[in-house]
């Protein structure tokens, strides 16, 4: 079984800047993909960064610029920088992880961390 604790989130002003950090612990053998997806309220879970084991990132095209991912390998966790944040950035936060566990693929999902991007 694989565990996902995110940290980092919180109350912001609008142009300010929040760093996201999720850390994986567990039973796996390695993980490929790591990447972060955000719900706004009423909305659907979207597609914020993600980033492979070797370093290949995606990001949405509206946060390109604004948005950072990172990862560092050695301590399984996967980090989120946020710059020059807007009120539309408020949303709950979740990790995701691709993890293998020698015998089988499995996503793991992070419990989430609210931001929330005050006007």
């Known amino acids: 079984q694989v565990q996902l604790v995110e940290s980092g989130g919180g109350l912001v002003q609008a142009g300010g800047s929040l760093r996201l950090s999720c850390a994986a612990s567990?039973?796996?053998?390695?993980?490929?993909?790591m990447g972060w997806y955000r719900q706004a309220p009423g909305k659907q879970r979207e597609l914020v960064a993600s980033i492979t084991r070797n370093g290949n990132t995606n990001y949405a095209d509206s946060l390109v610029g604004r948005f950072t991912i990172s990862r560092d390998n050695a301590k399984n966790t996967v980090y989120l920088r946020m710059n020059s944040l807007i009120p539309e950035d408020t949303g709950v936060y979740y990790c995701?992880?691709?993890?293998?566990?020698?015998?089988?693929?499995?996503?793991?999902w992070g419990q989430g961390t609210l931001v929330t991007v005050s006007s």
């Open positions: 995701k992880a691709a993890t293998w566990n020698g015998f089988k693929a499995l996503d793991a």
């Open positions: 567990g039973s796996f053998f390695s993980i490929n993909t």
